[in-house]
């Protein structure tokens, strides 16, 4: 890769990508939902949106399904070992970050993401033709230092492991409850995912996000466990983490939509500070 126009790891702009038009490795893959694929995609892009593929069991045997699933879906993409896989929305949203992350934890060295999405695609042309591509044979090689489950997480709670809630502050202190249960993982250090993207839709630089995640408390020599509620938004902080040199995030697949529907879980219920009122 061209480094000068390769950001930050997983990262490629535009001008990256107007330089790579004719690799016959380059894969494109449109993430957005169907309806807006259809309006218009980049020439040449097939297409996936992941957020029909919910998977709330981190347990042995549903992360054996997770993997099958997943060499279906890039088989089904063509994917091949050697290839640069782009994944792209309309900004560095949750469904390519989703996808980036999935790619990268099944094993493929390939994964990429056009930061910024179309919003910064510099003016590319749209078009709503399709190009047929070929089936591959996906074999998923799980990265088990990518990912984590409950079992791990509930063991080492208050151990050598940091836990990233990256939801909504309304679902972190529980004034939106998207499960049975309302609260945050025991000891979860918070911020919502959306700050780790700059105005225009980009990544934030690599040394900004660093210091941020430094001011939060986070430790780059440790583990962090992002989570959200269905792994999507704690996708996007695991490449955000990474971007920023925290290279031991593993992502919580299941996320609260595992936690806060298993009783057996210990939960906290974080809430705000209220304003002190004036004597």
Partial sequence: MAAEHQTAEFLVDAHWLGEHRGDPNLILVDTRPPADFWAGHLEGARHFDPF????????????????GQLGWIFSALGIAPNATVVFYENDSGMRATRLAWMLA????????????????????????????????SFTVAPQARAIIGHPEIVNRIGGA????DVRSDEEYFGERVRAKRAGAVPGAIHRDWTHNLAP????????????????LGLRPELEIAPYCQGGYRSANAWIALRIAGFEQARNYLGSWGEWGNRPELPIEFPRRKRARRAE
């Fill in 161 to 164: 492991i940091q836990i990233f």
């Fill in 52 to 67: 029909p593929f919910h998977h709330s069991d981190t347990g042995e045997t549903g992360l054996r399904e997770f993997n």
């Fill in 200 to 215: 225009d839709g980009r990544f934030k630089p690599a040394a900004q996000l660093r210091a941020e995640f430094a001011a």
């Fill in 105 to 136: 934890y099944a094993g493929h060295r390939g994964a990429r993401i056009l930061d910024g999405g179309l919003k910064c695609a510099a003016g590319a042309p749209l078009v709503t033709a399709v190009k047929p591509h070929a089936y591959a």
